[in-house]
């Protein structure tokens, strides 16, 4: 390798998107880079984590390759209105939440149960996901299970996305997570708690697990 880029590891130019000149270097140059990664990526669909702060030329770019990118419903705000999901770019992913995000279950827990000092991050999420599920709830009046759970997961069904992801935790309603950004110990090793044979012999595993496939087929992703 060395002997045939003289001596020089690959490596990629730090550029910052300062001037007009650098963002486009950079569009054209990560455009470069993607259609590598398209050409190599055979029959899997690559999908682009667009998350966090990003250039504005960014999403652009993804969609001019045909690479979808992430729909968070309470991180999509458009002039201090949440984005419906019927507003959702085709080529996208909805999901809740990622690894490195708190399960939903959690942020109940913060929220309406157990105040924390993150409360009020917890609070303004879920206020946020109730609003793209079409409902304003008095969080302490309503269960999480029966109430919030199905009405959250039906709308992100419903979504125009393409795919509709759920993180397994936000699927079995746990608390737990498998990710703390910024951290080190302990990241990456937890597991399901339960294996699936458990899970399946559990009557309300297999009451949610009826519901999500009603949802599936009653929005079209069955």
Not at 141 to 159: G, K, Q, T, V
Not at 183 to 199: D, E, F, M, Y
Request: hydrophobic share 35%.
């Amino acid at each position: 390798m060395l002997a045939k880029t003289g001596g020089r590891f690959p490596h990629f130019v730090p550029r910052d998107d300062s001037t007009a000149e650098q963002c486009e270097a950079n569009s054209r140059e990560g455009e470069e880079y993607l259609r590598v990664v398209l050409e190599e990526s055979g029959n899997a669909r690559v999908i682009g984590e667009d998350l966090g702060i990003v250039p504005d030329y960014v999403r652009p770019n993804l969609r001019s390759l045909g690479i979808a990118g992430f729909k968070i419903p309470q991180w999509e705000i458009h002039q201090g209105r949440v984005t419906p999901g019927n507003e959702y770019e085709r080529l996208s992913v909805a999901t809740y939440a990622t690894h490195d995000h708190k399960p939903l279950r959690k942020l109940w827990e913060e929220a309406v149960e157990r105040p924390t000092s993150t409360s009020e991050q917890s609070r303004d999420a879920l206020n946020k996901i109730a609003q793209f599920s079409g409902f304003q709830p008095q969080a302490r009046l309503i269960d999480y299970h029966h109430d919030f759970y199905p009405r959250i997961m039906e709308a992100l069904f419903r979504s125009e996305s393409w795919i509709a992801s759920v993180m397994i935790t936000d699927l079995l309603a746990r608390k737990y997570r498998f990710n703390v950004p910024g951290t080190v110990s302990g990241n990456w090793t937890r597991r399901v708690q339960r294996p699936i044979a458990h899970l399946r012999s559990s009557r309300a595993e297999n009451k949610r697990m009826a519901l999500i496939r009603d949802l599936l087929t009653k929005t079209g992703r069955a």
